[in-house]
């Protein structure tokens, strides 16, 4: 763990370009809804320069201001002299992990998170018994009385994020090989996801269809887990290694072109996997977010053939660890635009964060439920009829925060897959919404 000298070194080398402009300000989320200097990128910053110079002792008070960051990076792009908060951030979230700095609720609420989230198999027992909850009459009646109050923020939160359970999310059906179509142009590797999988598995299936009508055989081991993205951002190291090594291990007899994701969360973490492993095996072939590899190599001439009009208007939602983390923009977008009579439309303020941020949104949901309200606001305000996710988290927050006559949210592998009619499952609807309803009467 790193020491708080240890700490405050590693801050003044990353910290040492900042001028205080202030650019970072209007760009951080917890500052639009805080409004304090201390929940800033500057403010931290200011805060790790007088620990160094032994002004201030980092207590559960300091602590709770690291906290409130939600690691969305937006300060990183946004900063003029090039200060790697990012670095900043991810050296101290390890040090706050110290029970001393949080409630023992707090602390425990955590832990439990970390013990199910990155394990789909314990997921999946814990979501057994919400199945005929989960999407129903009886929740929408449960969320209107009140009660769910009585429960606490945390598990309120909880409780507000849960979609309707597909039964696909409980096993995984998908075979290991999947043969291209057509003439071959590749072989690749597919993550699963652990949460995209329980909750959103249209979204694998519409990956793995896309991929195979542009002549890629897509492979997934039987075996892989979490790639280690909610334990990394919650600075648990050891957790995110083990994680780590075990996915790299599934993918170890395989022989890739590139190892692919389609939530940017997992994306940004396992680019890092040269990082984190510290001199261990990684995967023999580069990582590469979904919409990244298909721009890079082109969709293939008869699958643009046979993409059919999508009379519909789209606001494509900018993930963090997609825009910020990774650097990617323009692919997802380009791919949309190639479906006939789509229209894309662009959201007020794309790279402000929508409040998921890994377990954010559990941890911290005050903050989070704000943020996730600005951006479904900003979203609708374009008119559009769907909003694209690559991200699982945020398609979760934006479903609990767009009304039920709202947009639906849907991937944009989906898209692509329903319009050259590769009948992937269909995309959810919002959290509002009955779960029953054919796919004919969803947008678009």
């Not at 969305?72 to 700095?101: H, M, W």
């Not at 990617?328 to 977008?333: L, M, V």
């Not at 694209?388 to 944009?412: F, K, T, W, Y």
Request: charged share 20%; proline share 7%; net charge negative.
């Amino acid at each position: 763990m790193t020491s708080q000298n240890e700490l405050a070194r590693l801050s003044t080398e990353i910290t040492d370009p900042c001028v205080h402009c202030g650019f970072c300000l209007p760009t951080c989320a917890s500052y639009r809804v805080l409004g304090t200097e201390m929940d800033s990128p500057r403010g931290r910053i200011h805060t790790l320069k007088a620990i160094e110079a032994g002004e201030l002792e980092l207590d559960a008070t300091v602590a709770s201001h690291f906290d409130s960051c939600l690691g969305c990076f937006a300060c990183v792009s946004a900063c003029p002299s090039g200060v790697r908060y990012d670095q900043l951030i991810e050296a101290t979230r390890p040090k706050l992990n110290q029970p001393e700095f949080r409630s023992s609720w707090q602390t425990s609420f955590r832990q439990l998170l970390l013990l199910v989230l990155p394990y789909p198999k314990r997921l999946r027992a814990l979501l057994q018994p919400l199945r005929t909850y989960a999407g129903t009459g009886l929740q929408r009646f449960i969320r209107r009385t009140g009660l769910l109050q009585l429960l606490g923020p945390q598990l309120e939160a909880m409780e507000a994020l849960l979609p309707p359970l597909p039964p696909e999310g409980f096993s995984d059906r998908l075979p290991r090989v999947n043969p291209a179509q057509g003439e071959q142009r590749g072989r690749v590797g597919l993550v699963l996801g652990c949460v995209q999988r329980c909750f959103d598995p249209g979204v694998n299936d519409a990956t793995v269809a896309v991929l195979q009508a542009n002549g890629f055989e897509v492979v997934i081991p039987a075996d892989q887990g979490c790639c280690g993205a909610v334990s990394h951002h919650q600075g648990q190291l050891q957790q995110t290694q083990e994680l780590a090594s075990a996915l790299v291990r599934s993918f170890r007899d395989e022989t890739l072109d590139a190892v692919l994701v389609a939530a940017s969360g997992c994306g940004h973490t396992m680019k890092a996997y040269g990082e984190l492993l510290d001199g261990e095996d990684n995967f023999s072939a580069p990582v590469l977010d979904v919409h990244e590899f298909l721009a890079n190599r082109g969709l293939s001439e008869s699958f643009r053939q046979a993409l059919t009009p999508l009379p519909c208007t789209v606001a494509y939602h900018d993930a963090c660890h997609m825009i910020h983390g990774q650097g990617i923009a323009a692919q997802p977008r380009d791919l949309l635009r190639a479906i006939p009579e789509l229209q894309l439309k662009e959201a007020t303020e794309a790279g402000v964060c929508c409040g998921s941020a890994g377990i954010y949104n559990l941890v911290q949901p005050d903050e989070a439920a704000a943020l996730g309200q600005l951006k479904a606001n900003d979203l609708t305000s374009t008119g559009a009829e769907v909003i694209a996710s690559a991200n699982i988290g945020c398609s979760l927050q934006l479903r609990s925060h767009l009304h039920s006559e709202g947009p639906d949210v849907c991937h944009p592998m989906e898209l692509l897959a329903r319009s050259a009619r590769l009948s992937p499952a269909p995309a959810p609807t919002t959290g509002g919404q009955d779960s029953s309803v054919p796919p004919s009467q969803h947008h678009p």
